[in-house]
T-cell receptor, first 111, second 116 residues
Framework: RKEVEQDPGPFNVPEGATVAFNCTYS??????FFWYRQDCRKEPKLLMS???SGNEDGRFTAQLNRASQYISLLIRDSKLSDSATYLC????????????FGQGTTLQVKP | NAGVTQTPKFQVLKTGQSMTLQCAQD?????MSWYRQDPGMGLRLIHY???????DQGEVPNGYNVSRSTTEDFPLRLLSAAPSQTSVYFC???????????????FGAGSRLTVL
């Protein structure tokens, strides 16, 4: 079983749609959680951290369920520019840079 | 502020050749790491360093060597290239989020390596 699992997609949605991505992680001792965004043939960039209380950044909402070992990302009012691969990332500790990446979920927003 | 700089962007090697991927950061970060990205596999940690003079192995270290003589530089050496090392390589350095203290990675632009 992979340590971090995501549905690879692709998710094809029209502009303005709401789309949700899910991610599960296997190690219950995981402490830090993130969503990264990766555009085609580019490096990953931090989209947002995921906190236990849930957090929102504009059209993006991230949720963490420690009991179910489950992370989600909700994108509202999708834009063409949201087309990218979204990487779920987990760290066992908060004080090192050793992160474990999911394989990513690809989103394609259509006009 | 250049951030994390990787060279070369593209490289083609023959099996058995050796080469070094360069990585430099100008943010005075202690923690640096190398990942490789393959289709369907996600990013996998090759080696990492918690500071000058200190390195350690990640998930997939075989066939690679690293050193950290300065805070700024963290080169990755392929000792004898194999087709299985065809991949996209990313170097990263770590910054700390002020709210949580969690570390997040800033990546270089990547190096695409093909081994024939």
């Amino acid at each position: 079983r992979k340590e971090v699992e995501q549905d690879p997609g692709p998710f094809n949605v029209p502009e303005g749609a709401t789309v949700a991505f899910n991610c599960t992680y296997s190690n219950s001792a995981s402490q830090s959680f993130f969503w990264y965004r990766q555009d085609c043939r580019k490096e990953p960039k931090l989209l947002m951290s995921v906190y236990s209380s849930g957090n929102e950044d504009g059209r993006f909402t991230a949720q963490l369920n420690r009991a179910s070992q489950y992370i989600s990302l909700l994108i509202r009012d999708s834009k063409l520019s949201d087309s990218a691969t979204y990487l779920c990332v987990v760290s066992l500790t908060s004080n090192t840079g050793k992160l474990i990446f999911g394989q990513g979920t690809t989103l394609q927003v259509k006009p | 502020n250049a951030g994390v700089t990787q060279t070369p962007k593209f490289q083609v090697l023959k099996t058995g050749q050796s080469m070094t991927l360069q990585c430099a950061q100008d943010m005075n970060h202690e923690y640096m790491s190398w990942y490789r990205q393959d289709p369907g596999m996600g990013l996998r940690l090759i080696h990492y360093s918690v500071g000058a003079g200190i390195t350690d192995q990640g998930e997939v270290p075989n066939g690679y060597n690293v050193s950290r003589s300065t805070t700024e530089d963290f080169p990755l050496r392929l000792l004898s290239a194999a087709p299985s090392q065809t991949s996209v390589y990313f170097c990263a350095s770590t910054t700390m989020l002020p709210r949580s203290g969690a570390n997040v990675l800033t990546f270089g632009a990547g190096s695409r390596l093909t081994v024939l």
